[in-house]
């Protein structure tokens, strides 16, 4: 990477080198165990002009999106984010009968669902195939396709303009920011609204987040940055709310700029934390690679311990962050003997680069491991709720994120 996507400036600083590794979500069937395994290098820097955290665009959305192996609605505490940010969108923005919604990236259906319940009209714009067809199955329209202007002005000629515009974990999926945005910026109604959610650079640097770091993830936003980023497509960051999701994001709320008029208080107030902690100068990524490294070498010390005293660890959860974590940290079968997941699709494949196991949540009842490494830390509320069954043998909770956490879950 020689310069910035968002400013073109070249002047790039490292923050963090984790290695090479493969795509996240490039879960291998048991045919392609002997086959060779692409890696890329993984190296997050920032732009000392624009201070847009990003990593090199190795890998296209087409790669990664045209069939995916994640879906938003095995995670009960995600469709119940959608509900009521659905419930608080049509009451916020007096949405009703006449009024249309469309979402980017809308996966499976699991917000638009709600749109659907309300009797508002709506369409979902989803590059992959198999979650694309899957919110079809759930009555959601749902168009396959990647974002682009031309996607945007033919959606907006066809339906009409869209009163509101959801585009939530997606911001961060598309190399392209400056044609993404304006994108968004064709589908939404000259006095309409856009609202992303995506997650929030302070809380990765603050928190040691660094496993959502990944090659889908092409850059990594302050307010500060995604300010001028909604400027590059012809939006006006008009309001942003913290949100404890994926470990910290933030909702920002944006309009066309001609209609955009002053930010909220809250705007102001984001972006003093952003200065305060030093995410305008490079003194705030100083200690980054330092405190990830601490990560790995606690996780690591633990597994090896646990193995050496005859101590079975399993993980839950195959998250795409879960990958990063792995990889980086060398993780493999003689250390954690699998890992299970809620979705089906992944059942009977094997993490990328790590080759673990993964099988159907079942397992961990059957098996009684000593301690479940749980890979999805920002679902940790719902999982200790979900894993509690453990207590009954004894076996406790790990979490790796922001530090080594071990947890005695009671019933």
């Not at 095995?74 to 608080?88: K, L, M, P, Q």
């Not at 499976?108 to 919110?135: F, K, M, T, W």
């Not at 031309?150 to 009163?163: F, I, L, Q």
């Not at 809250?266 to 305008?280: I, S, W």
């Amino acid at each position: 990477m020689t310069r910035c996507r968002l400013c073109g400036s070249a002047a790039l600083a490292s923050v963090v080198d984790l290695g090479a590794t493969p795509p996240c979500e490039s879960f291998l069937a048991a045919d392609r165990l002997d086959l060779p395994e692409p890696a890329y290098p993984l190296h997050l820097r920032v732009c000392t002009d624009c201070w847009l955290a990003q990593i090199p665009p190795l890998i296209t959305p087409e790669d990664t999106f045209q069939e995916y192996a994640y879906f938003s609605s095995y995670s009960t505490s995600w469709v119940e984010h959608a509900r009521t940010f659905v419930d608080g969108a049509v009451q916020r923005l007096g949405l009703g009968g006449e009024s249309f919604v469309v979402e980017v990236a809308s996966n499976d259906g699991y917000l638009l669902r709600h749109v659907v319940d309300q009797g508002i009209r709506c369409l979902g714009i989803e590059p992959s195939v198999n979650v694309g067809a899957a919110a079809r199955d759930e009555g959601v329209p749902t168009l396959t396709e990647f974002l682009s202007p031309d996607t945007g002005s033919a959606v907006r000629a066809e339906h009409g303009p869209a009163d509101l515009v959801v585009a939530n974990n997606v911001y961060a999926h598309i190399p392209d920011v400056v044609g993404f945005t304006r994108g968004l910026r064709a589908l939404v109604a000259d006095d309409g609204w856009v609202s992303i959610e995506v997650q929030h650079l302070l809380t990765l640097i603050e928190e040691n987040q660094y496993d959502t770091i990944y090659h889908e993830h092409f850059q990594y936003y302050t307010v500060a940055s995604a300010i001028r980023a909604l400027e590059s497509g012809g939006l006006t960051l008009v309001d942003v709310e913290l949100l404890p999701t994926h470990g910290g994001s933030i909702r920002l709320w944006a309009r066309p700029a001609e209609v955009a008029g002053e930010p909220s208080r809250r705007v102001a107030e984001v972006l003093d934390r952003e200065k305060a902690a030093g995410l305008q100068e490079l003194s705030g990524y100083a200690e980054f690679s330092a405190r990830v490294a601490k990560v790995r070498r606690d996780l690591l010390r633990f597994l090896i311990e646990a193995a050496e005293r005859g101590e079975t660890v399993v993980g839950y959860g195959a998250p795409g962050k879960g990958n990063t974590l792995l990889n980086h940290c060398g993780i493999r079968p003689d250390l954690l003997a699998y890992t299970v997941d809620r979705n089906p699709y992944k059942h009977g494949r094997f993490t990328p680069g790590t080759r673990i196991p993964i099988l159907p949540p079942e397992r961990i009842a059957a098996d009684k491991p000593d301690y479940v490494l749980v890979l999805p830390w920002n679902l940790r509320a719902e999982l200790v709720e979900q894993l509690s069954f453990v207590h009954e043998w004894g076996g406790r909770l790990v979490f790796p994120i922001p530090e080594l956490s071990i947890v005695e879950v009671k019933p």
